[in-house]
């Protein structure tokens, strides 16, 4: 890591990212930080225009400082969407110095943005870790685990619904066929007090002996036993009876 002569207002420290620069001391608004330096490129030599690193700061579009050189602290400077800097360019001068664009606070993590053609070349693929963006997300997240978690439980008061309806049905279903059972019930012993009410005779008639009773069951209709001529066997069995 750089050495940093202790009357600057900044270390380089680890970041959400990796490395960052932070500062020590309060950093007024508005008051120069650091100068972001390098070689120049001249975009008309084609060697020069052949090299491609991370930290290539565009003054105009012939001019490019180079900054990817180990002395350059100020490469260490992370992005941000709602920064505490900013990049005060001048292309006359070839010269860039970050400033303060707010207070800045022993320990905050200095920021500038690096505009809109680094965001879209290497920040929005990979998805900006800044605190405003990380503060986005993590709203997002929130805001879909909360969804989540009433769809989950109109789900459940659903089921519930469903359940108690099942029970119900089932219960009246129940009670129907308790009833219908009840209703046959009732009828039988209907049937059977109906079939025993001529029972005075009838009774007696059951109480005959078995075989008598045998007979009867098997015997033709009365009709056919009364005429005293039929030749049926019932007339004879009723002649051996008598
Ligand atoms: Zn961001």
């Known amino acids: ?29 508005g008051a120069k930080i650091i100068r972001y330096f390098g070689p120049l490129l001249d975009s008309r030599k084609k060697k020069d225009d052949a090299i491609e690193n991370k930290y290539l700061f565009e003054l105009n579009g012939r001019w490019t400082i ?22 005060d360019v001048s292309a006359r001068k070839r010269k860039v110095v970050i400033r303060a664009i707010k207070k800045i606070e022993p320990g ?18 990979i998805g900006c870790k800044c605190d405003a963006c990380e503060k986005k997300r993590k709203k997002k997240r929130a805001e879909a685990r909360a969804e989540r978690l009433r769809l989950k439980a109109k789900e459940e008061k ?6 108690l309806k099942e029970a119900e049905k089932k219960a009246a279903k129940a009670r129907r066929k308790k009833a219908a059972k009840a209703k046959v019930h009732a009828k039988g012993q209907l049937k059977a007090q109906k079939s025993q009410l001529p ?15 045998k007979k009867s ?7 056919s036993m009364r005429p005293e001529t039929s030749a049926t066997p019932v007339g004879v069995e009723m002649q051996a009876a008598a």
Do not use: W
């Not at 750089?2 to 007024?28: E, Q």
């Not at 180079?66 to 990049?87: F, L």
């Open 217 to 223: 069951a098997a015997a033709k209709p009365k009709a």
């Open 1 to 29: 890591m750089p050495a940093i002569p202790s009357n600057k207002p900044y270390r380089v420290g680890r970041s959400r990212t990796g490395l960052g620069l932070f500062a020590t001391k309060p950093i007024k608004k």
């Open 108 to 125: 905050e993590e200095i920021n500038y943005d690096y505009g809109t053609d680094y965001f879209k070349a290497y920040l929005k693929p």
């Open 158 to 163: 659903k089921a519930q619904k469903k359940a």
């Open 199 to 213: 029972n005075g005779k009838l009774l007696n008639g059951h109480s005959q002996p078995k075989a008598a009773r």
């Open 66 to 87: 180079d900054g990817s050189v180990r002395k350059n602290i100020a490469r260490y400077i992370n992005h941000a969407c709602k920064p505490n800097a900013e990049s």
